[in-house]
């Protein structure tokens, strides 16, 4: 019996989304797409090739009869933790790849993207149109990790470069209010016909007691406040494992802060500015966060209680991070294959955060995406929402 052909996905809507990642990279030199200054920060050369590799490998080579690969090395050179598929460059070694180049590159991108739309255009089974779907999501989350890394590559030279692609906060001015959550049996978890992560799954209940949480984001000058009572310097304030972390690297500020002449400057995409002390402040890690809320007396939400409060209160300008480890929900299952990498095998050592960021791809932001990262990163775009 033949397979129903069922098209959900269109040419157009791949196309557009690939499109956005060269968007992004538009303004960028073919060195700036080179360097990786830290492990945690890939090249922007290697997630234009990455996000292709994931559909060659997954997608072109499995379900289109006598597609050709475009070179038999990418397959080594692209592959980011996906055991399943074989061996890859470790992570620390993607800056020292000069070649393939730029170019070549590029080459490969326009030659999946011409293969695989054309393979849309030609129907596809439901079956293939899920994992394309799975692959469109993986490169709009790449999109947004592909700022955070150009934010990092740019923002630690002396030169502080521009990116062309226009990240911006909005200031917070809503007056400080304190939103109050009754206790009470919850539900968590995604519902919905639409596209979720399998860590969204399965929805299930949760208890909650009485909690207030606030209606905005912390602000830089709030956070000036913190630095300026001298709280980096205060290890009551911080976990132990947060203490040791600020004093090993000698953290006094948030990522990108730099007192020039008596005043807190700071990189941002669009060039080296002076701090607005009423926009959200960013680039903090969860211990800083941690660290904050316990100045103020008050505490981080549960990603549970942040998933029930956020129809409250408006979000999306940074992600937030909450006080709830990164683990599995009830009936989580994780599929077979190397699909199955995909979240799962990340569960541990890691805190989630929730909401969105200006980076975030639009159809990433809902109440139940659960984003995730290990406590001390802070290159993120990250903030804080206090609860009690």
């Not at 791949?14 to 030199?29: D, G, H, W």
Request: hydrophobic share 35%; charged share 20%; aromatic share 16%.
């Amino acid at each position: 019996m033949e397979t129903e052909t069922i098209t959900t996905i269109s040419k157009q809507e791949f196309l557009n989304i690939r499109k956005q990642t060269e968007t992004i990279c538009a303004s960028l030199k073919p060195e700036d797409t080179v360097i990786q200054p830290v492990e945690f920060v890939s090249p922007p050369k290697w997630h234009l090739a990455h996000t292709t590799w994931f559909f060659e490998q997954f997608v072109l080579t499995k379900y289109k009869s006598g597609y050709k690969i475009f070179h038999e090395d990418f397959a080594y050179y692209f592959n980011s933790y996906y055991n399943t598929v074989g061996d890859r460059v470790i992570r620390s070694n993607r800056g020292l790849m000069t070649r393939p180049t730029l170019e070549k590159v590029l080459e490969y991108r326009n030659y999946v993207n011409k293969e695989l739309s054309d393979f849309i255009a030609e129907g596809i089974s439901e079956e293939i149109s899920e994992v394309i779907e799975i692959g469109l999501q993986h490169e709009q989350q790449h999109q947004e990790l592909l700022i955070y890394d150009i934010k990092y590559i740019f923002g630690h030279q002396p030169a502080f470069p521009e990116l062309k692609h226009k990240i911006t906060l909005s200031e917070e001015n809503s007056n400080q209010e304190y939103l109050q959550i009754s206790e009470g049996v919850y539900e968590i978890g995604y519902q919905g016909e639409n596209f979720c992560f399998d860590n969204e799954l399965g929805r299930h209940k949760v208890y909650l007691n009485d909690f207030v949480i606030s209606n905005r984001l912390v602000t830089n000058g709030e956070f000036m406040e913190f630095m300026e009572a001298g709280c980096y310097s205060d290890f009551n304030l911080w976990l132990a494992e947060g203490w040791d972390f600020i004093e090993g690297n000698n953290i006094t500020a948030p990522m990108y802060w730099h007192k020039v002449n008596g005043k807190w400057m700071h990189y941002t995409l669009q060039g080296f500015v002076e701090v607005n002390k009423n926009l959200p402040v960013g680039h903090i890690s969860f211990y800083e966060a941690t660290a904050f809320a316990e100045w103020k007396g008050m505490r981080l939400a549960t990603e549970f209680e942040w998933e029930i409060a956020s129809q409250k209160f408006s979000h999306g300008q940074l992600w937030e991070w909450t006080n709830s480890a990164y683990l599995p929900y009830p009936n989580y299952t994780k599929v077979d294959g190397a699909l199955g990498e995909y979240n799962g095998k990340f569960m541990v050592n890691q805190m989630v955060l929730r909401g969105a960021s200006v980076a975030t791809a639009e159809n990433h932001s809902r109440p139940t995406y659960r984003n995730f990262f290990h406590p001390n990163l802070r290159w993120l775009f990250a903030g804080i929402r206090l609860a009690k």
